[in-house]
């Protein structure tokens, strides 16, 4: 009689999330106030900072580490720090849905350290200290979103289509964005 290997135990993916959308995800930062959830600091809106180094740089600043399309350290450390993401309350991993209820604007610090922790642990592990400003808390700040879409119209031929994207949930109407 043959013995038959026995059948070797794989760990399953979890199942591929769907993209959150551009609308979506401005509601989310808008809700939030372009402030992270966990830590309670400003943060910023990756794609203004490409416009900002670009119009840097046509002003004659070459070497400026303002933006980076991974955002890493070296070359972006104000989005490696505090570039604005979603982050799901209740990882995706676990069930978590991209829905509203379910999504809170986080600094990339905080994204990252969270990782698919549970809430209550996460909490429990981070250090830094909420963030009480002397005067009160920001109450018109927009994550440079607004500098972004000044910014893009001013460099129209570098636009991408993910940044039309970004415009027209920023702008709030579909058609805005199309004559770019």
């Known amino acids: 009689m043959e013995m038959k290997p026995e059948p070797v135990q794989t760990k399953s993916k979890p199942a591929r999330r769907a993209a959150i959308s551009k609308d979506l995800a401005i509601q989310v930062f808008r809700r939030d106030g372009w402030i992270c959830h966990w830590c309670g600091r400003p943060v910023i809106f990756g794609p203004a900072l490409r416009y900002l180094a670009q119009f840097a740089k046509n002003s004659g600043?070459?070497?400026?580490?303002?933006?980076?399309?991974?955002?890493?350290?070296?070359?972006?450390?104000?989005?490696?720090?505090?570039?604005?993401?979603?982050?799901?309350?209740?990882?995706?991993?676990?069930?978590?849905?991209?829905?509203?209820?379910?999504?809170?604007?986080?600094?990339?610090?905080c994204n990252a350290l969270k990782s698919d922790a549970k809430f209550q642990v996460f909490q429990a592990k981070l250090q830094r200290h909420n963030v009480k400003g002397k005067y009160g808390e920001p109450e018109h700040w927009d994550g440079l979103s607004t500098l972004f879409m000044v910014l893009i119209e001013g460099n129209r031929r570098m636009v991408t289509s993910t940044e039309r994207d970004w415009l027209r949930a920023l702008r709030g109407n579909a058609r805005a964005a199309t004559h770019i």
């Open 61 to 109: 600043f070459n070497e400026l580490a303002y933006y980076h399309p991974h955002w890493t350290r070296r070359d972006a450390p104000l989005l490696d720090y505090m570039g604005a993401v979603l982050d799901h309350v209740k990882a995706h991993r676990d069930g978590g849905k991209s829905d509203i209820d379910n999504l809170v604007t986080a600094c990339c610090k």
